[in-house]
Protein backbone atom coordinates (compact mmCIF):
# COMPACT_ATOMS: atom_id res chain seq x y z
CA UNK A 1 0.00 0.00 0.00
CA UNK A 2 1.22 3.31 -0.51
CA UNK A 3 -1.27 5.41 1.09
CA UNK A 4 -1.57 9.02 0.08
CA UNK A 5 0.52 10.06 -3.10
CA UNK A 6 0.44 13.42 -3.65
CA UNK A 7 2.46 15.03 -6.91
CA UNK A 8 4.32 17.30 -7.13
CA UNK A 9 6.62 17.95 -3.91
CA UNK A 10 7.56 21.02 -5.08
CA UNK A 11 6.34 23.87 -7.22
CA UNK A 12 6.89 27.32 -7.71
CA UNK A 13 4.28 29.21 -9.61
CA UNK A 14 4.47 32.74 -11.33
CA UNK A 15 1.70 34.69 -10.14
CA UNK A 16 -1.90 34.41 -12.97
CA UNK A 17 -0.56 30.98 -13.39
CA UNK A 18 -2.76 27.90 -12.93
CA UNK A 19 -2.06 24.19 -12.13
CA UNK A 20 -3.48 21.18 -10.56
CA UNK A 21 -2.18 19.41 -7.15
CA UNK A 22 -2.37 15.48 -7.86
CA UNK A 23 -3.65 12.68 -4.96
CA UNK A 24 -4.45 9.69 -5.48
CA UNK A 25 -4.62 6.85 -2.61
CA UNK A 26 -4.77 3.23 -2.92
CA UNK A 27 -6.76 2.35 0.39
CA UNK A 28 -10.53 2.35 -1.40
CA UNK A 29 -11.22 5.19 1.24
CA UNK A 30 -14.45 7.00 0.63
CA UNK A 31 -13.91 10.59 2.09
CA UNK A 32 -10.91 12.48 0.56
CA UNK A 33 -9.71 15.97 1.93
CA UNK A 34 -7.45 19.27 1.08
CA UNK A 35 -5.77 21.27 3.59
CA UNK A 36 -3.20 24.11 3.40
CA UNK A 37 -0.80 25.34 6.21
CA UNK A 38 0.71 27.97 6.18
CA UNK A 39 4.36 28.77 7.98
CA UNK A 40 3.79 28.49 11.74
CA UNK A 41 -0.13 27.92 11.30
CA UNK A 42 -2.58 25.07 11.89
CA UNK A 43 -4.04 23.50 8.81
CA UNK A 44 -6.91 24.99 7.11
CA UNK A 45 -9.94 22.44 5.40
CA UNK A 46 -10.19 23.90 1.07
CA UNK A 47 -12.34 20.95 0.57
CA UNK A 48 -13.42 17.86 1.17
CA UNK A 49 -15.28 15.03 -0.78
CA UNK A 50 -17.50 12.11 0.08
CA UNK A 51 -17.18 10.40 -2.82
CA UNK A 52 -17.04 9.81 -6.80
CA UNK A 53 -18.97 13.09 -7.51
CA UNK A 54 -19.41 14.30 -4.44
CA UNK A 55 -17.66 17.57 -2.95
CA UNK A 56 -18.13 20.45 -0.42
CA UNK A 57 -16.21 23.89 0.52
CA UNK A 58 -14.20 23.94 3.30
CA UNK A 59 -12.93 26.84 5.59
CA UNK A 60 -10.73 28.38 2.53
CA UNK A 61 -11.99 27.24 -0.63
CA UNK A 62 -11.99 30.17 -2.55
CA UNK A 63 -9.21 30.29 -5.68
CA UNK A 64 -9.60 26.37 -5.60
CA UNK A 65 -11.55 23.85 -7.63
CA UNK A 66 -11.46 20.52 -6.76
CA UNK A 67 -13.54 17.28 -8.72
CA UNK A 68 -13.45 13.52 -8.14
CA UNK A 69 -14.55 11.92 -10.38
CA UNK A 70 -13.38 8.04 -9.28
CA UNK A 71 -12.47 6.75 -5.44
CA UNK A 72 -8.45 7.06 -5.85
CA UNK A 73 -8.08 10.60 -7.48
CA UNK A 74 -9.06 13.96 -6.36
CA UNK A 75 -7.07 16.66 -7.74
CA UNK A 76 -7.18 20.49 -6.50
CA UNK A 77 -6.92 23.38 -9.15
CA UNK A 78 -5.51 26.68 -8.62
CA UNK A 79 -6.55 29.39 -11.02
CA UNK A 80 -5.01 32.36 -11.62
CA UNK A 81 -2.02 31.57 -8.24
CA UNK A 82 -1.61 34.48 -5.87
CA UNK A 83 0.50 34.91 -3.50
CA UNK A 84 -1.31 34.30 -0.63
CA UNK A 85 -1.92 30.76 -2.30
CA UNK A 86 2.21 29.99 -1.14
CA UNK A 87 1.65 26.92 1.26
CA UNK A 88 1.62 23.47 1.89
CA UNK A 89 -1.03 21.69 0.78
CA UNK A 90 -2.00 18.53 2.45
CA UNK A 91 -4.10 15.72 0.89
CA UNK A 92 -5.93 13.45 3.03
CA UNK A 93 -8.17 10.32 3.27
CA UNK A 94 -10.44 7.97 5.71
CA UNK A 95 -12.81 5.63 5.40
CA UNK A 96 -16.65 6.52 5.75
CA UNK A 97 -19.28 5.46 8.27
CA UNK A 98 -19.00 7.89 11.16
CA UNK A 99 -16.54 7.85 13.97
CA UNK A 100 -16.42 3.42 14.81
CA UNK A 101 -15.63 2.89 11.45
CA UNK A 102 -13.12 5.77 11.23
CA UNK A 103 -14.36 8.14 9.63
CA UNK A 104 -12.12 10.99 11.36
CA UNK A 105 -8.99 8.57 11.16
CA UNK A 106 -7.43 10.45 8.33
CA UNK A 107 -4.01 9.25 6.68
CA UNK A 108 -1.88 12.39 4.92
CA UNK A 109 0.06 12.72 2.25
CA UNK A 110 3.65 13.66 2.56
CA UNK A 111 2.11 17.28 1.20
CA UNK A 112 3.20 19.92 -2.03
CA UNK A 113 5.12 23.46 -0.83
CA UNK A 114 3.89 25.81 -3.49
CA UNK A 115 5.20 29.06 -3.81
CA UNK A 116 3.67 31.53 -5.73
CA UNK A 117 5.96 34.61 -6.98
CA UNK B 1 -17.06 20.90 16.57
CA UNK B 2 -16.24 21.90 20.21
CA UNK B 3 -13.53 24.61 20.58
CA UNK B 4 -10.32 22.92 22.38
CA UNK B 5 -7.70 24.41 24.54
CA UNK B 6 -4.17 23.47 24.32
CA UNK B 7 -1.16 24.93 25.91
CA UNK B 8 0.76 26.50 23.04
CA UNK B 9 4.41 24.73 23.71
CA UNK B 10 5.52 21.85 26.81
CA UNK B 11 9.09 20.21 27.55
CA UNK B 12 9.23 17.23 28.39
CA UNK B 13 12.67 15.12 29.53
CA UNK B 14 12.97 12.18 27.06
CA UNK B 15 12.36 8.82 28.84
CA UNK B 16 9.51 10.51 31.21
CA UNK B 17 5.95 10.65 30.65
CA UNK B 18 4.82 13.66 28.25
CA UNK B 19 0.81 14.73 29.67
CA UNK B 20 -0.35 16.74 27.19
CA UNK B 21 -4.00 18.49 28.13
CA UNK B 22 -6.73 19.49 26.40
CA UNK B 23 -10.26 21.26 27.19
CA UNK B 24 -13.33 21.12 25.49
CA UNK B 25 -15.65 22.12 28.06
CA UNK B 26 -18.18 22.62 25.50
CA UNK B 27 -18.09 18.77 23.88
CA UNK B 28 -21.38 17.55 22.51
CA UNK B 29 -22.70 14.13 23.59
CA UNK B 30 -21.61 12.96 20.24
CA UNK B 31 -18.20 14.27 19.70
CA UNK B 32 -15.30 12.42 19.81
CA UNK B 33 -12.02 13.34 20.83
CA UNK B 34 -9.37 12.97 18.53
CA UNK B 35 -4.98 13.46 18.67
CA UNK B 36 -3.34 14.39 15.67
CA UNK B 37 0.46 15.14 15.14
CA UNK B 38 2.84 16.94 13.36
CA UNK B 39 6.18 16.09 13.23
CA UNK B 40 8.46 18.84 11.18
CA UNK B 41 7.12 19.65 8.18
CA UNK B 42 5.71 15.93 7.45
CA UNK B 43 1.91 15.26 6.96
CA UNK B 44 -0.07 15.03 10.42
CA UNK B 45 -0.23 11.40 12.29
CA UNK B 46 -3.52 9.85 13.34
CA UNK B 47 -2.56 9.14 17.45
CA UNK B 48 -5.58 8.09 18.91
CA UNK B 49 -9.45 8.57 19.58
CA UNK B 50 -12.22 8.38 22.07
CA UNK B 51 -15.60 9.15 23.09
CA UNK B 52 -15.87 8.95 27.21
CA UNK B 53 -13.99 5.81 28.02
CA UNK B 54 -10.30 6.12 28.53
CA UNK B 55 -8.16 4.57 25.63
CA UNK B 56 -4.99 3.09 24.57
CA UNK B 57 -2.99 2.07 21.78
CA UNK B 58 0.76 1.16 21.10
CA UNK B 59 1.80 5.14 20.67
CA UNK B 60 -0.13 6.64 23.50
CA UNK B 61 -2.97 6.56 26.19
CA UNK B 62 -6.50 9.02 25.80
CA UNK B 63 -7.52 10.03 29.81
CA UNK B 64 -11.34 11.88 28.84
CA UNK B 65 -12.43 12.73 32.17
CA UNK B 66 -16.24 11.79 33.78
CA UNK B 67 -17.79 14.96 32.68
CA UNK B 68 -15.85 14.67 29.17
CA UNK B 69 -15.04 18.37 29.20
CA UNK B 70 -11.26 17.89 29.48
CA UNK B 71 -8.45 15.01 28.15
CA UNK B 72 -4.80 14.40 28.42
CA UNK B 73 -2.91 12.66 25.98
CA UNK B 74 -0.21 10.30 27.64
CA UNK B 75 2.86 9.59 25.67
CA UNK B 76 4.46 7.03 27.98
CA UNK B 77 8.01 7.43 27.63
CA UNK B 78 9.04 10.21 25.05
CA UNK B 79 11.94 9.99 22.77
CA UNK B 80 13.80 12.94 21.03
CA UNK B 81 11.16 11.62 18.22
CA UNK B 82 8.36 12.44 20.03
CA UNK B 83 9.04 16.30 19.47
CA UNK B 84 6.15 17.23 17.67
CA UNK B 85 3.12 19.90 17.65
CA UNK B 86 0.00 18.04 18.42
CA UNK B 87 -3.52 18.41 18.30
CA UNK B 88 -6.18 17.99 20.18
CA UNK B 89 -10.03 17.74 18.30
CA UNK B 90 -13.39 17.02 19.21
CA UNK B 91 -16.20 16.27 16.36
CA UNK B 92 -18.89 14.58 15.51
CA UNK B 93 -19.13 13.24 11.82
CA UNK B 94 -17.85 16.52 10.36
CA UNK B 95 -14.42 17.17 8.92
CA UNK B 96 -11.73 17.82 11.56
CA UNK B 97 -10.57 21.43 12.13
CA UNK B 98 -7.60 21.89 13.16
CA UNK B 99 -6.12 24.21 15.77
CA UNK B 100 -2.85 25.49 16.65
CA UNK B 101 -2.04 22.77 18.75
CA UNK B 102 1.03 22.09 21.14
CA UNK B 103 4.53 22.26 20.31
CA UNK B 104 6.17 19.84 22.96
CA UNK B 105 9.75 19.42 22.76
CA UNK B 106 11.39 16.35 24.19
CA UNK B 107 14.75 17.07 25.75
CA UNK B 108 18.03 15.08 26.34
Known amino acids: NAGVTQTPKFRILKIGQSMTLQCTQDMNHNYMYWYRQDPGMGLKLIYY???????DKGEVPNGYNVSRSTTEDFPLRLELAAPSQTSVYFCASSYSGGPLAGANVLTFGAGSRLTVL | DAKTTQPPSMDCAEGRAANLPCNHSTISGNEYVYWYRQIHSQGPQYIIH???NNETNEMASLIITEDRKSSTLILPHATLRDTAVYYCIATGNTPLVFGKGTRLSVIA
Open chain 2, 50 to 52: GLK
Open chain 1, 49 to 55: SVGAGIT
